[in-house]
C-alpha cells in the first residue's frame, strides 16, 4: 500500500495537480449552492413548500435534488392561474347566448325584430304566424308560408 502511495505522490504534490483539485472542489460547491438555491426558487414559483425541498437538497446534495425533480408539482401557479382563467372565460362566451346587434353591438334577445337601441331591422315577420324571420329566409319554418 506504500508503495502506491509513493508511486502517486510526485502527482498528487504538484501545484497544478492541487489547484485543479481545488477548482474542481470550488465548482462542485458553487454547483451544490445554485441547486439549493434553483430548488427554492423553483419550488416557490409552483406552488410547493420551498424551504423543505431547499433543505432536502442542502443535506442530500444531488440525490435530493433528483427527487425533487421526480416529486415537484407538474406546472407553475401562475401557469395554472392563467389556464383556469382562460377556461372559464371560453366558458362564460360559450354561456352567453345573448345576441348582439351588428350595427351597434348592444345585446338584443333573439326574437327581436329591430333593435331597441339604433333601430336596425334584424329579422323580418311571418306575414301569416307572426314569428321572427332571418332576413334571408325565403320560407317560415314555423307555418310553411312562402315570404
Not at 443535506?59 to 435530493?64: A, C, E, S, V
Not at 366558458?91 to 348582439?100: I, K, M, N, Q, T
Not at 350595427?103 to 306575414?127: E, G, R
Request: charged fraction near 20%.
Amino acid at each position: 500500500m506504500q508503495d502506491i502511495a509513493n508511486l502517486f505522490s510526485p502527482i498528487t504534490t504538484h501545484p497544478l495537480f492541487q489547484l485543479s483539485w481545488r477548482l474542481c472542489l470550488l465548482f462542485s460547491v458553487i454547483l451544490w449552492l445554485a441547486l439549493i438555491y434553483w430548488t427554492y426558487r423553483d419550488a416557490d414559483r409552483r406552488g410547493a413548500m420551498a424551504i423543505y425541498w431547499a433543505a432536502v437538497v442542502l443535506f442530500f446534495n444531488f440525490p435530493g435534488w433528483i427527487v425533487y425533480l421526480i416529486v415537484r408539482p407538474p406546472e407553475y401557479e401562475e401557469d395554472m392561474r392563467e389556464r383556469e382563467l382562460e377556461i372559464r372565460t371560453k366558458e362564460a362566451v360559450l354561456a352567453r347566448s345573448d345576441v348582439v346587434c351588428p350595427a351597434c353591438m348592444k345585446p338584443v334577445k333573439d326574437d327581436f325584430l329591430i333593435c331597441p337601441y339604433c333601430q336596425k331591422k334584424l329579422k323580418k315577420s311571418c306575414p301569416n304566424c307572426a314569428k321572427p324571420l332571418n332576413m334571408n329566409w325565403v320560407v317560415c319554418p314555423y307555418c310553411k308560408t312562402s315570404l
